[in-house]
């Protein structure tokens, strides 16, 4: 059974997050676009963004992390060599049983690994969230058309 170690207790935690983080596929990112450098990310960590982040840990290996932001929002990421091992449903459960519900899950419309994923768990859909970053203005008739 895994570990759920808080990320300011173990050492080294800011260069394994940044790995993971460098690990993972642009298109699950919501938050950034681009990867930060490590000083940008270490003064995001040390500047502890989240009311509850953890590391997961089995076996003495470091496997992935969660986090639960102060809107109640989970974030998760296993590294690849171990997705399909069921840390991310221990991760889930763990936060879950530490802070109740309910929990939100933000998920890329492009990661629909992840919408299964949270689907499986009984999470459902509750809305879509739309950003104007100065791309495309779009040419719809709007709420009435």
């Known amino acids: 059974?895994?570990?759920?170690?808080?990320?300011?207790?173990?050492?080294?935690?800011d260069?394994?997050?940044?790995?993971?983080l460098a690990e993972r596929e642009n298109y699950m990112n919501i938050s950034h676009k681009g990867m930060p450098t490590f000083d940008e990310h270490y003064t995001f960590v040390q500047s502890k963004p989240y009311e509850d982040w953890r590391i997961i840990e089995d076996g003495g290996i470091l496997r992935g992390s969660v986090y639960l932001t102060?809107?109640?929002?989970?974030?998760?990421?296993?590294?690849?060599?171990?997705?399909g091992m069921g840390y991310g449903k221990e991760a889930i459960d763990f936060m879950e049983k530490k802070h109740g519900l309910p929990i939100y899950a933000n998920i890329s419309v492009n990661n629909p690994g992840s919408m299964a994923f949270f689907d499986k768990r009984g999470y459902r859909r509750l809305q879509e969230t739309w950003i104007k970053d100065g791309g495309d203005s779009g040419?719809?008739?709007?709420?009435?058309?």
Request: charged share 20%.
């Open 139 to 145: 040419s719809g008739d709007g709420p009435c058309g």
């Open 70 to 83: 102060h809107n109640r929002e989970v974030g998760i990421h296993i590294l690849k060599a171990y997705c």
């Open 15 to 20: 260069k394994f997050l940044f790995y993971l």
């Open 1 to 13: 059974m895994p570990l759920f170690l808080d990320v300011y207790d173990v050492t080294g935690s």
